[in-house]
Every structure is written in C-alpha cells, then in structure tokens.
C-alpha cells in the first residue's frame, strides 16, 4: 500500500504496554506533511489503529501548547490501562511483560526509575500511516520476529541483505508464516531508510551528491553503521543515507565508523566526515 508511510518505532517500555506512549518527530517527514493541520497545538483527537485485524481506539494529543513557533510539536498516544489495547500489546509483548515485571516487583517499591530493556531482549512497535488521516496501522515486533529474520539472513553479506531490503527482493523459499515475520522487519527497514532519504533531500550524507539530479532522478542509499547481517538494528540511529559510489567503498574498504567525531576511518589513513548530518547523534554504550 502505497500510503502506508513509516512513522516511528517504539521501544517496548512499561508504558507502552500500560497507557501509551510519545511519538518524537523530529525527524518524520511524511507524517509531519500529513498531520500538518490534523491536529493544532493543545488539541485532541480519537485515532484508530489497526493491528493483527482489529481495530482499536486510543487518543492522539498534540501537548504542545506553547505559542513559541520554534518549539517542535509532541504528540502523545493515550490509551486506557488494561484496555483493549493494551492487554492485546501485553499478550504479544509477553517477553518484555514479564522480565520488566519481574525487575518491577524485585525493587524498592519507591524506585520509579525508568527500566530499559536490554540489547537481546528489545521488542518494538512500528506505526505507519494509512490512507485514512485518522487510522495508523501497528506492526508488532517480538523478539520471535527477530530470531526468524536471523536465521533467514544467516551467512549473507552484509551487502547482499541491504540490496534486498533497498530494492525489495524477495525470498521465494521460506513458508508463509515465516515470510510474513521477515516481510515485516524488511518493510520497517525500507521505510526508515525511505524516510531518511526524504530528509536528506536524497543527498550523500559523505559527499552531499544527489546522484542522477541531471537525469531526472535521485539515486540513494541507505547503509546500517553497525552491520544489520549482526546487529538487526534498523533503527535511523543505525542508517545512513550515502550515494552508490561511497556505499560500495565502505563495503569495499571496511573503514571503522568514529560516531564521537562522525568520520569513517580507513585502513589506510585517510578520514571522511559526515557533512550532512540531521539525525545521527553521539552515543556511549
Ligand atoms: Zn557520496
Ligand atoms: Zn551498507
């Protein structure tokens, strides 16, 4: 469907499974062109989404209610505890349900900290647009969907697996259920990276090249820092948008990635910066 556009994915936290959750938007272009006069400051509106077919109601809210135009807009996504909603994210999210359960009730009880699920154990929740302004389809993402898109992709090049999810080629021999799992990580991971090329205007994060400008055309592509064959992490934090020619050099040459400084470092010395850069940021494991 062609107006299903990529909106966010959503770490799976405690108050996703409870009440709802803050969708960022600083970087979301096609829902921002979308929602530009669905939703003014300070309002509210009841949306439906739809996921594994059904439909559910939950409130979007545009907290923003500062009349300084700088500030960016927040929505937030409300929905009542042990809704409907919410029981269905609990049943599907049973993994992080109970391992954030089980630190929850192994706490001081005054502990309101936030808990984070670790690396091996993050589930998600991908919300895209519909053709109706007012309906988002959610796309669980269990830790199963994962284990299944590994296997599927195990001893694949790295290159090999971004050109299928680049240029949408798909694998004919796995069984239906199966194919369904990893239809659903590979369309989250083409629309990040659809995303990310819309906000570069499709230029090369490297050089800052349109590639094919000239001919009508803009050819770009979205490369995983952090190898996706070994990390499956699709997340933007994890994309970058680069022209062929600097995508199949990093392939080619292997440099190290210097996310504090933002170069590519190669083997035999030289440095390439990141001259456009809108949403990667620093990051300390
Ligand atoms: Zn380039
Ligand atoms: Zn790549």
């Not at 369904?180 to 090369?204: A, F, T």
């Not at 970058?240 to 504090?260: E, G, K, L, T």
């Amino acid at each position: 469907m062609e107006s299903e556009n990529y909106v966010y994915k959503k770490e799976i936290d405690w108050s996703t499974l409870m009440e709802g959750f803050t969708l960022p938007l600083d970087n979301q272009v096609i829902f921002l062109r979308n929602m530009e006069n669905f939703l003014q400051r300070g309002q509210s509106k009841i949306i439906h989404f739809f996921m594994n077919g059904k439909t559910y109601d939950a409130k979007i809210v545009n907290m923003n209610n500062s009349v300084e135009k700088r500030k960016k807009d927040a929505y937030q996504i409300r929905y009542p505890r042990n809704g409907e909603l919410s029981q269905a994210l609990q049943q599907y999210f049973f993994k992080s349900m109970s391992y954030i359960k089980m630190i929850r009730e192994n706490r001081d009880p005054k502990d309101r900290s936030y808990i984070k699920m670790p690396d091996g154990l993050k589930e998600y929740l991908a919300i895209y647009t519909t053709e109706y302004e007012d309906t988002f389809l959610l796309e669980p993402i269990a830790q199963d969907d994962f284990q299944v898109m590994k296997k599927a992709i195990q001893g694949m090049r790295e290159r090999t697996v971004e050109n299928e999810i680049e240029y949408e080629m798909e694998d004919k021999s796995s069984g239906i259920e199966k194919k369904l799992q990893i239809v659903k990580i590979r369309k989250l991971n083409r629309k990040i990276g659809e995303n990310l090329k819309l906000l570069y205007g499709y230029r090369c994060q490297i050089c800052g090249q349109v590639i094919g400008e000239k001919y009508g055309s803009h050819i770009a592509e979205a490369h995983h820092i952090d190898y996706f064959v070994n990390s499956l992490n699709n997340d933007a934090n994890n994309q970058m948008i680069v022209c062929p020619n600097h995508h199949s050099v990093i392939h080619d040459a292997n440099p190290v990635f210097d996310r504090r400084r933002m170069v590519y470092r190669f083997d035999n010395g030289v440095e390439e910066r990141i001259s456009l850069n809108k949403h990667l940021f620093i990051y300390v494991k």
